[in-house]
């Protein structure tokens, strides 16, 4: 299928990769009802589905909350709207006013013309909820959005991004297709790195290592783009005394299951961190700065993972640890190492999904110098996202052109604050705001919170 | 996947014209991905850091991190986006033959 007309598009993947990933392609004369079909599954499953597609009485509040409505002004991208996209067709087969006067209750057939604007708005919105979180019913749309994604994945229908990724995740384990001599090499070098900024300070970085007691998950742009977050977790677990260890097979804090197949690849995701951690004796799983990965660890391994080990081995993240350790005295911090002027971008999952707004902050509280934190407004559950949420870093020129778009209302947040370092403790987050605080033209250097941690750490002998 | 003629030569690339197998390499390959990428004419210094690409995906199955691109090419981050403009994990590793990266980057 060709892009459909004007509509704003992720360049598609192609049938090969989707037979990859066990999805054959439905047809084009059979998708509308292979979709209606799905459909009417979630409908039976799903009450948060139900209760989205027959509760919003379209106040409006969601409009003007949302980062993609604000900086594009197209309806369809206020959330209501876009959650209108299968909401009309929803009326037209599951209910009565919608069987009998489809004219009168908005009520629509689905359609190829219907499809492609799932496609274009489903993968405009970052799924960050905050539309969820102004909702006067408590709608969560981006539920609406995340079994959009899910009905498009089996017509096989998807970004290239995306379904590469997923591809990755099959193969490999991880995002970036990482092998393990691959990483073994990363972390030699950044060991010496540490050696020589440090003053002859000696972190080793443990792969695969039998008998460990807790199970590191990194994010795998770590080791590609985000050198200091792997130093400062490594710093962090070391100082602390850690028997700890990194998985070849499962070196990947994020999920793009999640953000597009919750079911086959989600799950593999699931399976290979329960086997390793069964495999090299964990008792314990911190998680790294990944904020969708988080979210779907922590909310859906337990019921989504069929092996004992997820009902027993705990599952925290690196910033619950390092808040503990804090709060517990047990880190000497040195702040002034980390003297500039900085302000905190609250990931959405972490806010919103993961109750993390407060320990983000007893960590920055700790790491900086009195008065070198500002916070944006708004924050914590509040707050905007970066405008790359679930994974929409596309680098085709229009979407791209998108990106920055639904990144100016967090521009315009970072601005107001003087920073001179923008904190942004998440995979996606920092891949978006790499680029895009050079597009809005803002002197900031964009970092993690754990990378401010192994910083500030003192070691002692 | 598609193909593309390279110098008569039919190679498979992916939707983003990356090359599927880097084993199929040939120096022509850079220089027409040079041209696609509004790069122009091959220096010393892209062919160094393709080089160093080529030879460490070889050893290790993926793209180095950008850091140790730079430290170990000796080419600064600055002027590996002066060589390369679409950034050295999109332009220098389409150049070398290198799958496009997936996931957050």
Known sequence: ?461 | MPFVEVEGKQVEVDEDGFMVDPAAWFPGWAHYVAKSEGIGELTERHWHVIDFLKDYYAKTGIAPMIRKLCKESGIPLKEMYELFPTGPAKGACKCAGLPKPTGCV
């Open chain 1, 1 to 461: 299928m060709s892009e459909a007309n004007g509509l704003r598009q992720p360049k598609r993947a192609t049938a090969d990769l989707f037979l990859k990933l066990g999805v054959v392609p439905v047809p084009d004369g059979e998708k509308a009802a292979a979709a209606i079909g799905h459909l009417d599954e979630f409908r039976t499953k799903v009450r948060s589905f139900v209760m989205a597609m027959e509760s919003c009485v379209k106040c409006g509040a969601c409009a003007e909350n949302c980062h993609t409505y604000l900086g594009t002004r197209d309806p369809n991208n206020i959330p209501a709207g876009r959650a209108d996209l299968i909401r009309k067709v929803y009326k037209r087969h599951f209910t009565v006013q919608g069987k009998l006067f489809p004219g009168l209750v908005g009520a629509q057939d689905l359609d190829l013309e219907t499809i492609e604007k799932w496609y274009s708005y489903y993968y405009q919105c970052s799924e960050c909820r905050r539309c969820a979180h102004v909702c006067p019913f408590g709608i969560d749309t981006a539920e609406v959005t995340m079994i959009g994604r899910q009905i498009l994945f089996w017509l096989g229908i998807g970004p290239q991004l995306h379904t590469a990724t997923s591809g990755a995740i099959l193969k490999t384990g991880n995002h970036m297709g990482l092998t393990q001599a691959g990483m073994v090499d990363t972390l030699d070098f950044l060991s010496e790195e540490i050696e020589e900024e440090y003053e002859g300070l000696k972190v080793t970085f443990p792969v695969d290592k039998p008998n460990s007691d807790v199970l590191y998950i990194p994010s795998s742009a770590d080791f590609m783009l985000n050198a200091n977050t792997l130093k400062g977790a490594a710093m962090f677990l070391q100082y602390v005394g850690a028997n700890w260890t990194m998985s070849s097979r499962i070196t990947e804090a994020g999920n793009f299951g999640y953000l597009m197949d919750q079911n086959r690849v989600m799950r593999e995701m699931v399976t290979r961190l329960m086997e390793e951690t069964t495999r090299l004796g964990c008792k314990k799983i911190v998680w790294g700065e990944c904020g969708h990965g988080w979210r779907a660890t922590k909310m859906y391994v337990p019921t989504m993972s069929d092996m004992p080990a997820s009902r027993k081995i705990p599952m925290t993240h690196i910033h619950d640890e390092v808040e503990a350790y804090v709060k517990a005295g047990l880190l000497e911090l040195d702040p002034k190492r980390n003297a500039r002027k900085i302000t905190l971008h609250d990931p959405c999952n972490y806010a919103r999904a993961c109750g993390h707004s407060d320990n983000m902050r007893v960590i920055m509280n700790a790491v900086v110098p009195k008065g070198a934190f500002t916070e944006m407004r708004p924050n914590r559950e509040a707050n905007f996202c970066c405008g790359g949420g679930s994974g929409i870093l596309f680098d085709d020129k229009k979407m791209y052109e998108y990106r920055i778009l639904a990144s100016n209302k967090k521009a315009e947040q970072v601005r107001a604050t003087n920073a001179e370092v923008l904190c942004a403790p998440c995979s996606i987050c920092k891949a978006q705001l790499y680029p895009m605080v050079k597009e809005h033209k803002l002197p900031v250097e964009v970092v993690g919170l754990v990378d401010l941690v192994g910083n500030a750490l003192v070691f002692r002998d």
